[in-house]
């Protein structure tokens, strides 16, 4: 499998737009951790891989709930991990 930038930065622009929820990003990013471990896992540009990495480690987990209804991460926290790591 390969992975890259735009389509980790797809991922998060449909969560924030509602094309696909948070628990269906985690299980996108679950499957991607398995490929990893299974040695199936090829980033591109390859000089990106940290950067793709992290942010597969922030979608493992974007459904974690703070409180009944409430979601750890805000859209905000979201947004910002979104720029920070892919751009805009």
Known sequence: MEIDLE?????F???????MTREAADRWAYSVMQQSEAGSLTYSPVAAKDRIW??????YG????DA???YLHTE???RSIMDAKLGR
């Open 76 to 78: 905000e926290d979201v």
């Open 54 to 59: 992290e942010c597969v480690m922030f979608l």
């Open 62 to 65: 974007i459904d974690i709930m």
């Open 7 to 11: 389509t980790v930065r797809r991922v």
């Open 13 to 19: 622009r449909d969560v924030l737009d509602g094309r």
């Open 68 to 70: 009944p209804g409430q």
